[in-house]
């Protein structure tokens, strides 16, 4: 995904070509086509995107949130990272925070065309294609890294990365690792838990994934998500 010596970096729309295109994983494509044939009942009549899911949101953004993954019957369905897994899923859980937060201007995510626009923030999965059981394995985590290092070069302006849970987190310290960014002793994540390097000029801020299971036990809550977020706006350099 890096440039040869001498090239112009990539564009951000020809790194998201690339995400889309990509075959490096073969359990995980296969994984994808078959859900995307198989379908579930409630969208039996749908074409399924079925491929890898590049992130979106505003390229001049400050904050980059990243996510685990495409949910089977959600971005691997819609083609758009956190949307379409259901409403009051993760993907609305989401975006009605970042609503609050004054970073998106509706508080839903349900199709690619249903006009949400993300200000100041950038949104992608440290795995782009849909694992079985929502489980990537080690190495499947390792190879799409390569993405998103190839992404956020193409995000100028980028200040903050938000890790979704401990996966995600785990993921950005590993790209740090390859640009020779190690901290030790290694942070830990946590919810509202911050990493800075003084080699980067990136910080790392820990949330707990809006899943189902989380929002339904209230490991996560509203207010958990508005605190984090709040303090994170406010800390942004212009």
Known sequence: MSARRG????????VQTAIINCNRCGRLRRYCQDVGRVKKAAFRDEDYWARPVPGFGDPDARVLILGLAPAAHGANRTGRVFTGDGVGASGDFLMAALNRAGFANITTS????????????????????????????????????????AEVACL??????????????DGWLKVWARQGIVIRPKPQFAHGGVARSTHSTLSLV?????????????????????????????????
């Open 7 to 14: 090239d112009r970096p990539p564009s951000l729309s020809a």
């Open 110 to 149: 349900q199709h690619p065309d249903d006009g949400l626009k993300l200000t100041d923030v950038y949104i992608a999965a440290a795995v782009r294609c849909a694992p079985p059981d929502n489980k990537p394995l080690p190495e499947e985590i390792d190879t799409c890294l390569d993405h998103l290092a």
């Open 156 to 169: 100028p302006r980028l200040q903050v990365v938000v890790a979704l849970g401990k996966i995600a987190w």
């Open 206 to 238: 820990g949330m707990y994934h809006p899943s189902r299971q989380n929002t339904n036990t209230r490991t996560v809550t509203p207010q958990m998500y508005d605190t984090v977020l709040r303090t994170l706006r406010d800390s942004l350099r212009s």
